[in-house]
């Protein structure tokens, strides 16, 4: 006999890395000041950010690029230049530190062109929550093949077949936290920014789950 079962795995993990996505940009009236202009922002930002112990090399570049604007008159149905466009997508990633990230939070705020961006909280290593899931979730599953098996005064065997989804790419938590929520805690807090998020910002964990159906033969 043939015992086809589902198996269920779950774990909370708490988020042991923090990745910040920046977007850096600035609209200038030619290509040159644009690129110019842009650039300097971006590199005082890097300055910054060495500035509290880390490398400039830490700082990932996604995307670089300097566009024409253009505005569509609706009178004249015609789209007119309006400048340049500098748009550069930064991605720094570090070990989870509360304190560090409400140092740099509190930093980016006070700057006269501070880039926007958002924040994710995620795990460093998913291959190892893929493997404590896995195993939980086939765990699972022989659990309810052997209690199948023995209503059915059977003996359990072996698994011979086992299918299953692949994981997502990133383990992250559900908390976001983006520079327009910078400014609420920017207002609500009259000790200091850095101390408000540090006090009172804490990541969700991060909820993984898996499901996997597993085919086991009896005897």
């Known amino acids: 006999m043939d015992i086809m079962v589902e198996g269920v795995g779950e774990m909370r993990f708490t988020p042991d890395k923090i990745t910040i996505n920046y977007d850096f940009n600035c609209k200038e009236k030619t290509y040159e000041s644009a690129l110019t202009n842009g650039t300097k922002i971006v590199e005082n930002y890097f300055d ?125 938590s559900s908390s976001r936290l983006d520079s327009r929520e910078m400014m609420c805690y920017s207002k609500a807090s009259a000790r200091g920014v850095s101390e408000s998020i540090e006090n009172s910002f804490v990541p969700e964990d991060i909820v993984v789950n898996k499901t996997i159906y597993c085919l086991f033969v009896t005897e």
Do not use: W
Request: charged fraction near 30%; proline fraction near 3%; include cysteine.
């Open 48 to 172: 910054m950010i060495v500035g509290m112990g880390f490398k400039k090399e830490d700082l990932k570049t996604r995307s670089f690029r300097v566009s024409e604007n253009k505005v569509y008159n609706n009178e004249q149905r015609k789209y007119y230049p309006d400048g340049f466009t500098f748009n550069q997508r930064v991605v720094l990633e570090f070990n989870y530190d509360r304190k560090l990230l409400s140092r740099i939070m509190e930093s980016t705020s006070k700057l006269t062109t501070p880039p926007t961006y958002t924040i994710e909280f995620g795990v460093k290593d998913n291959k190892e929550v893929e493997e404590k899931i896995l195993q939980l979730a086939y765990n699972d599953a022989q659990f309810h093949a052997e209690a199948i098996s023995r209503a059915s005064g059977k003996v359990l065997k072996d698994c011979i077949k086992v299918s299953f989804q692949p994981f997502d790419a990133d383990v992250v």
